[in-house]
């Protein structure tokens, strides 16, 4: 017996058939026909609301265990089992379980999904290109997702795969080939993905969020720029800059731009001497391109370090829009007065409340054009976001309380200065005292009004955009998805590996980025496909959270591994662990107890499902 999904009028109904031979008196033969056991009845009435019920009714009914009790009487509980024979004998190799990894099955059907397998292998041809490029590049990009190294390691691990990925002939000094392909071509590398994503995960970019962050390099010197045949500069990448991490090493700027869903759209890479604000117009220019002419205007959205200056005309001279948060206490007096001013604020709780206004700004272009734009501010005061910020000053303010109390018993170390000489009156600041103030000069000029105003701002938080027609809470929201960036940068720099950097040239470099951000994206897809599959294990409450963590699916997919047991079989090792089996059912793979050949271990990949 089998079990039939029937279509009638559009309404799917499962039943119950079984094949059997009728006698046909004109032809003298008997012929198949199928009878029907039972009818259960619509499927709408046992759907369980998961994803693929009526494939997983069937692999459940096949299996002898199905979902669903009324078809219970029906399976086959006489299915015979296959009896593997195996042979080990003592003293040889055999003896020896050597588990590798076949997660890398997973990996490559992502590549697939994104159409990179076949750009590269395209340029590999078009480009005569002699060494196996595309195995190199899963290579490197599986290394950085499961086991990060360097990029010679990484080559050594091709033997930890069961499937290797690259071919035998293949020398391992062509990494650093590789790596020039790649620096190369990054630029299709991100075309593709961008396409791919269009077209299978309906990606959409009517918002672009952005931001910077840099990468560390053990040496000790930063690099010197280059000069070119024609006379023109090259500027190195290795240049001092301010840290993020704040180490004293020479750092590569990279900005990121990430879409509405919170997958990375690509990188640009920049000198470490670059100031934050520097990088947003150059960023858009090189990899905007193919998302705009999707969709013809976007919103760019970035903190103040970012949004200010060139890219404001930027986005002006575009007709494109922004939106990006503005500094309280670096405001203008008029604005600090409106933000103060307890008039025309909406209150939505005793912990929340936001107002906003429409003003007319002027800026300038570098070529002295003025440039005249309308610009909706909206400023918003949070207890939460006061309560953290009382906490992070409070030691400062306790100094200041015991100061006004005994100001004669305080000497202000070299570090306490920069603190306090914002409220110092400028028209009696000592400059003779060099690293200390002595106390009897700071007494008398420590402006305590200014203390004042400065804590009546704490809590507040500014935003400006261009969208004077956004809704003002759709504003506050679309700002706080900006936070998700910077957990990409975490995972970047923890779970990915991707600093300190050893790769020394600039090509190699940026190479290394893009292998690194393509790495973050299939990371982001195998959460996504997660989210879609079990909705009911996501935290609701936030636009991007994921079921698992990056790290805990890179510890899950090195579990994954296969071990050869005899000449001819292969077992799965932890396939039982929770993370694991979470991640193989979001991708519809279903592995039963048994030994399995090789061949039919590289049907799995055929098999796994991917969500559009």
Same mark, same amino acid.
């Given at each position: ?12 109904? =499962? ?67 296959? &009896? ?11 003896? =020896? ?26 340029? +590999? ?49 062509? &990494?650093? +080939? ?28 009517? +918002? ?5 962050? #840099?990468?560390?390099?053990?040496? !000790? ?11 023109? =500069? ?28 919170? &997958? ?11 100031? !934050? ?9 090189? $990899? ?6 999707? !969709? ?11 949004? +200010? ?7 002006? $001279? ?87 109390? #005994? ?48 804590? !009546? ?23 706080? #998805? ?75 997919? #090195? ?5 050869? &047991? ?14 694991? $089996?979470? =991640? ?14 090789? $061949? ?13």
């Amino acid at each position: 017996m089998f079990l039939e999904i029937a279509n009638n009028n559009g309404t799917k109904y =499962i039943r119950v058939c079984e094949s059997i031979r009728v006698f046909n008196p004109d032809t003298n033969k008997s012929v198949p026909k199928k009878k029907t056991v039972k009818n259960i009845g619509p499927a709408s009435r046992f759907d369980d609301g998961k994803p693929d019920f009526l494939k997983r009714l069937k692999a459940s009914y096949n299996a002898g265990n199905p979902i669903i009790d009324e078809l219970k009487p029906f399976v086959n509980t006489n299915v015979p089992q296959e &009896v593997y024979n195996i042979r080990l004998c003592e003293g040889t190799d055999d003896c =020896i379980a050597h588990p590798r990894l076949i997660s890398n099955l997973l990996l490559e059907k992502i590549l697939e999904q994104l159409n990179l397998s076949q750009l590269i292998r395209s340029y +590999k041809n078009t480009y005569h290109v002699g060494f196996d490029v595309y195995g190199f590049f899963k290579l490197l990009v599986f290394g950085r997702i499961l086991n990060p190294a360097s990029k010679w390691s990484t080559v050594k691990q091709n033997k930890d795969y069961a499937l290797p990925l690259l071919k035998e002939n293949s020398q391992d000094y062509n &990494v650093y +080939k590789a790596l020039d392909f790649i620096y190369d071509h990054r630029g299709a590398v991100f075309n593709r993905i961008n396409t791919s994503m269009v077209k299978n995960y309906h990606r959409t970019t009517q +918002k672009i969020y952005y931001d910077v962050t #840099n990468f560390f390099f053990e040496i !000790d010197e930063p690099d010197l720029d280059r000069t070119l045949s024609d006379g023109t =500069i090259d500027p190195a990448l290795r240049k001092n800059g301010v840290c993020k991490e704040e180490r004293k090493l020479p750092i590569v700027q990279m900005g990121l731009l990430m879409d509405e869903q919170g &997958v990375p759209i690509s990188m640009e890479c920049f000198p470490g001497n670059t100031l !934050d604000h520097q990088t947003l117009t150059a960023s858009f220019s090189h $990899s905007v391109d193919p998302v705009k002419n999707r !969709d013809a205007r976007f919103v760019y959205v970035c903190d103040k370090g970012i949004g +200010k200056g060139d890219a404001i005309v930027y986005a002006i $001279s575009h007709g494109v829009g922004y939106l990006t948060s503005r500094t309280v206490r670096g405001a203008s007096k008029s604005e600090k007065e409106w933000i103060a001013d307890p008039d025309g604020y909406i209150s939505i709780s005793e912990n929340y409340k936001y107002k906003t206004r429409i003003v007319r700004k002027t800026t300038t272009t570098s070529d002295g054009v003025k440039l005249e734009y309308s610009e909706k501010v909206l400023t918003y005061w949070s207890k939460k976001y006061f309560d953290r910020e009382v906490a992070e000053r409070n030691s400062f303010y306790e100094f200041v309380q015991e100061y006004l109390k #005994n100001p004669t018993s305080f000497r202000l170390s070299s570090t306490q200065i920069p603190l306090v000489k914002k409220y110092l009156k400028k028209n009696v600041l000592n400059v003779k005292t060099g690293e200390l103030l002595k106390t009897s000069e700071l007494s008398a000029i420590l402006d305590t009004e200014a203390l004042k105003r400065d804590y !009546d701002l704490m809590g507040y938080y500014t935003l400006a955009t261009s969208e004077i027609h956004m809704d003002d809470m759709e504003i506050i929201k679309t700002y706080g #998805n900006l936070v998700e960036i910077e957990d990409q940068f975490h995972v970047m720099k923890s779970t990915l590996e991707t600093r300190p950097v050893y790769v020394r040239t600039k090509e190699h470099i940026i190479a290394h980025l893009t292998i690194c951000t393509v790495s973050l994206i299939m990371m982001r897809l195998i959460q996504r496909q997660i989210n879609v599959k079990h909705p009911e294990l996501i935290n609701m409450e936030l636009l991007f959270s994921n079921v698992l963590s990056a790290d805990r699916i890179q510890a899950a997919l #090195n579990k994954w591994k296969v071990e050869k &047991v005899g000449d001819t079989y292969y077992r799965f090792c932890d396939t039982d662990d929770a993370d694991l $089996s979470l =991640i193989l059912d979001s991708f519809g793979v279903h592995i039963p107890k048994k030994c399995f050949r090789i $061949s039919e271990v590289k049907q799995l990949k055929k098999k796994m499902e991917m969500s559009m």
